[in-house]
């Protein structure tokens, strides 16, 4: 069974930072793309950074230049550092990895539980 375990979220003051990390455990073959979600109350779930096996970074143009989206495979863990945080980045963050268990077995989607950050003075 595969498990992805979110940390890092909490209370901080708008200008703050935070970093979220995400680890995946289990009997894992590989992993593909790995990517932060976050979800505001009567928001719908939306895509914040996704980073490729290789590296490739993407991000939503509202954290553009504040994000930064990393990932250690070794560890099969990915990072969220968020500087500058503003109030309407207030959302639980999920992430969600491409995983592999097997080889020639086709990759599934699995998300992590969730870790609540709140932006607040």
């Known amino acids: 069974q595969v498990q992805l375990v979110e940390s890092g979220g909490g209370l901080v003051q708008p200008g703050g930072s935070l970093r979220l990390s995400c680890s995946a455990s289990?009997?894992?073959?590989?992993?593909?793309?790995m990517g932060w979600y976050r979800q505001a109350p009567g928001n719908q779930r939306e895509l914040v950074a996704g980073?490729?096996?290789?590296?490739?970074?993407n991000y939503a143009d509202s954290v553009k230049g504040r994000f930064t989206i990393s990932r250690d495979n070794a560890k099969n863990t990915v990072y969220l550092q968020m500087n500058s945080l503003k109030p309407e980045d207030t959302a639980v963050y999920y992430c969600?990895?491409?995983?592999?268990?097997?080889?020639?077995?086709?990759?599934?989607?699995?998300w992590g539980q969730g870790t609540q950050v709140t932006v607040s003075s």
């Open positions: 969600k990895a491409g995983i592999q268990l097997r080889a020639f077995r086709p990759a599934r989607d699995y």
């Open positions: 289990g009997t894992i073959f590989s992993i593909n793309a």
């Open positions: 980073i490729t096996d290789s590296g490739n970074t």
